[in-house]
Structure formats: C-alpha cells, structure tokens
C-alpha cells in the first residue's frame, strides 16, 4: 500500500532520511512564530567560542573528548520535541545538523537541517561567517 506524500512547502528542499533543508532564514521565522524548536547541535565549547542563539536548545550531536556521540541525545531530542512540534536543527555549517535530523527521523520526529548551519561554508581563505549561516544574515546570536 503506497501513500503520497505530504507536498512541502515551496521553501523547504526534499532530503533523504529526514524532513528537509530549510534556509537559517527561514527557520528562524518558523521558530519565533512557535511553530518549531530551534537545537544547537554544536558542542558547548563552540557555543561559548563563536557565538549561541538565545532562547535556542543546546543539545550537542557529539561531544568532547573523541567527539563521541552524546548518549543523552536522543532523549533530549525527544523532550525538546515533545508535543509534536517540528524540530530546526542547527550546527556549524549544516553537516552534523543531517545526521543530527537522520536520527530524530528514526525517532519518529520531525526534523529539518538548516542550511548554511552557525557559521556558514569557509571562503577562499578559510574563514567562516563571510558566505552564509545564520550569524552572516544577521539572525538573532550573542557571543557566548
């Protein structure tokens, strides 16, 4: 038995294994409208060091040391997303932020990866914050 899926709005890319790619921008609306939960994915120490979003969850993908898997992950997810609400999930540059969404998909939630992440792709020197991310389009953050 096949079922169609839902049509997503125009806004947000198809992924495989989770709900979708939306722009910081984007989430940003849908969380200060209530309609999702933004997650920190990133560690604590790069929270502290480069800057965190008020108000966001801090729940780390993997922590130091090893950059092992937080083993408390999931049962955070499930309780920042009780409820029903839609998850915004929001790392460095968007990568861990995929996995991060896979994994709340398994966990029968809905999980988007923003685009971009904190600090966005490195530019031709290798800095951050100059192409994109949420601190670049001037989102809410403050230095941790």
Known sequence: MSHEATPLPPQVRPAEGYAGDVSPQLACRWWQAGEAVLIDVRTDAERAWVGEVPGAVPLAWKQWPGMALNPDFDS????????????VLLCRSGVRSIA???RATELGLEAYNILEGF?????AEAHRGRKGGWRF???????G
């Open 76 to 87: 955070g997810l499930q309780a920042a997303l009780a409820g029903g609400k839609k998850g």
């Open 119 to 123: 600090e966005g792709d490195p530019d």
């Open 137 to 143: 389009h001037n989102l809410p953050w403050r230095q």
């Open 100 to 102: 991060a969404a896979k």
